[in-house]
């Protein structure tokens, strides 16, 4: 175990200090393929969530923030998300979204794809979990741009998981038509899409047999 976190703590490492563009992708992959590999021991995701908790407090350094934002993101998008790691997902979720209110555009840019890369990558029996992240995201969020993102992410799960949130429609009406009288258009123009794609799952055709 402790050899696996020696090798954690050093990509991550590798990933903080990357100064181009392709290092950090790279090492955020490296990350990623790591993290998603045969990993028994809880200890390993367990530091990979507290070190990107970390770097995302860090107030002095943009690109700490922007490259821990990477890591994640890549963890997400990757092919195969292990099961070691699936449980560790749902708590990224909540750091990628309010870093969608950072005011560097470059780290609020990679928090909004990794949050809906997240969204993407959870299993669908794990939207009632990722749901109050997202609700609480919209319904405080500081800055317009991160009420969008959590409305992406609702979209999101409409394609990836339509069976279990047409089960979560109750909830999901008054978390989006708060959104719809926001007063910022681009919040309110993109809540009522959102409305309408949650309307559409009652009245999907395939859906109807699992509504009681």
Not at 42 to 66: M, S, Y
Not at 99 to 117: C, L, Y
Request: net charge positive; with cysteine; hydrophobic share 40%.
């Amino acid at each position: 175990t402790q050899k696996s976190l020696n090798t954690l703590e050093e990509l991550l490492k590798t990933l903080s200090i990357s100064k181009a563009q392709d290092e950090a992708n790279s090492a955020a992959n490296n990350i990623a393929t790591f993290l998603n590999g045969p990993i028994e021991e809880q200890a390993i995701p367990a530091k990979a969530l507290e070190t990107f908790k970390k770097q995302l407090g860090n107030k002095k350094d943009a690109v700490i923030r922007e490259r821990a934002l990477e890591g994640i993101r890549a963890i997400a998008q990757h092919s195969t998300i292990s099961p070691a790691f699936e449980p560790y997902l749902i708590p990224l979720l909540p750091l990628a979204l309010s870093a969608v209110g950072d005011k560097m555009t470059s780290v609020k840019n990679v928090a909004q794809t990794a949050a809906t890369a997240i969204v993407k990558a959870i299993n669908p029996n794990a939207v009632k979990a990722a749901l109050p992240h997202i609700r609480t995201s919209i319904l405080t969020a500081q800055k317009w741009p991160e009420k969008m993102t959590g409305l992406d992410c609702i979209e999101s799960l409409v394609e990836t998981a339509p069976t279990q949130l047409t089960f979560l429609v109750p909830t999901l009406i008054p978390i989006v038509s708060e959104s719809m009288w926001d007063t910022k258009p681009e919040v309110k123009k993109k809540a009522y899409g959102t409305m309408e794609k949650i309307c559409k799952l009652i009245e999907n055709k395939d859906i109807e047999k699992f509504i009681p």
